[in-house]
């Protein structure tokens, strides 16, 4: 796996630090007035329209089982080519560029793709899809 030239997006979740490829990363900001999604998991928060797509608001905190309600001070929406999805999370903290940033393996989770050495500590770098899939598995259970 190359990391040149490439860009993360750092942010927390209660207790973690974790990271998007900048790449996959449409739009960082303050959550929009969000509505309920009816029998939706509990990990949904909502939905909200991102210049004019409805777009599925997953809090990732609850997604991840984490300990602590969270702030959620923030909302990452996702490219729309990779999904119609924006994550909740307590804070962005910044932008690293490759070159700021020791990589290592992954811990043992479905969900992670490395694990990214900061100044601030580690953070786990996601992996969107298998997060994506994820968040397909978790809408169909709570349907079936």
């Not at 969000?34 to 990732?60: E, K, Q, R, T």
């Not at 984490?66 to 994550?87: E, N």
Request: aromatic share 8%.
């Amino acid at each position: 796996m190359t990391y040149r030239n490439r860009k993360f997006l750092i942010f927390s979740l209660p207790g973690s630090l974790y990271a998007l490829d900048l790449t996959q990363v449409a739009e960082v900001g303050d959550p929009p007035q969000i509505w309920p999604i009816p029998l939706a998991p509990p990990c949904y928060s909502g939905a909200l329209s991102f210049h004019g797509d409805i777009v599925a608001v997953m809090n990732l905190a609850i997604f991840f089982c984490l300990a602590g309600p969270g702030k959620t001070g923030k909302i990452i929406v996702i490219h729309q080519q990779i999904a119609s999805l924006a994550f909740l999370v307590d804070e962005v903290i910044r932008i690293v560029s490759e070159d700021e940033v020791s990589f290592s393996p992954p811990p043992d989770d479905e969900y992670a793709a490395a694990t990214l050495g900061l100044m601030e500590g580690e953070a786990i770098q996601l992996d969107l899809d298998a997060l994506v899939h994820g968040a397909e598995a978790a809408m169909q259970r709570k349907q079936s």
